[in-house]
C-alpha cells in the first residue's frame, strides 16, 4: 500500500456502513427516504424568505478588509446583539470563522501539539472524532449518564480521576456542549463549578460549545452560559449554522474569556491562526447587522417547531403500556428515544428503513454503547414527526409479535 497519505486521513477511504449503503441504494433508486433524523434547518419548512437575505448584496462587498478576527463593523454588531442577552463582550473578544467546526480546528491548533488531547463528553457528536484527528489530536471521553427521568448527569468522579491519570499532562482543554447533542443536556451549576474547578487545577482552556444554547424545551430550565466566563481561559462558540438556521452562509465565532494574561496572550496566537486562513466571507459580515433584526423570528419559528414536536413523541411513545422512553431533552434540536432491543440497534434501523422508508439515526452514531436508541429530530415538520413517530411505534409493534 502506498503511504503517500496522512494517517489522519485515513477516515476519508474508511467504507460506508450497511446502514448508510442501504440509504444511498434507496436513494440511487428514486425510492423515497423520509428522514427523522434530519436536522439541515434549509429543507424542513423552516427557510428564510429570500428577500430577508438581501442585505447579501451591498455594493460594499465590492471591497476587501482583511481583518483576522473578521471585519470590526461585524464584530460589533455580534456584541451589540448579545447586550441584550446580557452576555457583554467587546468586539476584541470575537473570532469569526466559517463554522463552528473552523472554530474547534483553531483551537486545536491553538491548544494542542501533535498528540496532546482534548476531553469530550459520551455520548456526543461524532464530527468531533474527525475535527481532532484531522488536527492529530486524540479524543479522551467523559460520560454523560441518564437517571430517568431527570435527565442527563455528568460522571464528575470519572472526569477528574481522567485528570488525575494524566501524569504526561497531554490533555488541554474539556469541550463541553451547553446543551449537548444527542443528549439535549445543559450543564448543571455543580457541574460547571467542578469543572472550573479542574481546568483551574490542572491549567485547561474550556471550549464551550453553545450553538443550542438559545433553544430550550422549557423557557425555565436551569440554564447558564459561559461567554464571558472569568476564572479560566474559556472559548465559547456559536454561530448562523443554528441560532439562524443558516448554515448555508458559513459565519461562526469565538468568544474569548478569562484570566486577562492568558486572554491577552491566546488573542494574539489566534490572530496568527486567523490571519493566515481569513476565511470567512464579507458579504456575510457586512450583512450581519441587518440578519439580527430576524433572529427573534427564526428563534420563535423554531422553537414552537422544537417544543410541538418533543410533545407529540413523549404523546406516542410513552404511557404505561410503551416500551419506549422518550429521554429527558431540555434543549437543542434532537430527542432520542430508547426502544425494546428485539435485535442490534443498526439491524432494527436497516429493517426500519428498509420496510418503511424511515431514516433514524441509531445511538451508536454518537457513541451510546447500551441498548437501542434513535435520534428523532426536533425540527422537521409537526406532521411529519406526528406520522413518521407512529410508523416507528407501529413497527416496534410487528417485532414484538413476530
Ligand atoms: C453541538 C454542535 N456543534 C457544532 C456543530 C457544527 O456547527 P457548524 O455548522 O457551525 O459547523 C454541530 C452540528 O450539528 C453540533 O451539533
Known sequence: ??????????????????????????????????????????????????????????????????????????????????????????????????????GYSWLFKLLCDTGDA???PKPGYPLFQHLAELESVQVLTYKLEYVHPSGWYLNLDELSFILSEDHGRRIKAIVVINPSNPTGS??????????????????LALIADEVFFDFPIDENVERKTFVGEDRVLTFALDGLSKRMGLPQLKLAWITISGPSQK?????????????????????????????????????????????QNYAVYLEILTGKASPH???????????????????????IAQRFLEEKGIFAQPGYFFDIDNGVHFAFSLIIPAISACCWCVEYRDFFEVLENS
Open 118 to 120: 482534548v476531553l469530550v
Open 263 to 307: 486572554v491577552s496572550r491566546a488573542k494574539k496566537r489566534l490572530d496568527l491562526i486567523a490571519d493566515t486562513f481569513l476565511s470567512v466571507n464579507s458579504p456575510i459580515m457586512n450583512a450581519l447587522p441587518f440578519l439580527f433584526e430576524h433572529e427573534t423570528a427564526f428563534l420563535c419559528k423554531s422553537l414552537g417547531r422544537i417544543r
Open 325 to 347: 422512553r422518550v429521554l429527558c431533552c431540555q434543549g437543542g434540536w434532537t430527542a432520542l428515544i430508547e426502544s425494546p432491543s428485539y435485535f442490534e440497534e443498526d439491524k
Open 1 to 102: 500500500m502506498s503511504n503517500i497519505f496522512s494517517r489522519r486521513s485515513d477516515a476519508g477511504e474508511a467504507e460506508p456502513n450497511e446502514l448508510s449503503e442501504i440509504r444511498a441504494s434507496r436513494s440511487s433508486s428514486g425510492l423515497p427516504v423520509k428522514d427523522l433524523s434530519n436536522t439541515n434547518p434549509t429543507n424542513v419548512g423552516l427557510d428564510w424568505d429570500s428577500s430577508d437575505l438581501i442585505s447579501l448584496a451591498t455594493k460594499d462587498n465590492i471591497f476587501y478588509y482583511p481583518e483576522p478576527r473578521g471585519l470590526y463593523r461585524a464584530r460589533e454588531a455580534i456584541s451589540d446583539h448579545f447586550a441584550s442577552y446580557k452576555r457583554n463582550m467587546p468586539p476584541d473578544n470575537y473570532f469569526l470563522c466559517a463554522s463552528t467546526s473552523e
Open 186 to 203: 445543559y450543564i448543571r451549576k455543580g457541574e460547571r463549578t467542578a469543572i472550573l474547578d479542574l481546568c483551574e487545577k490542572y491549567d
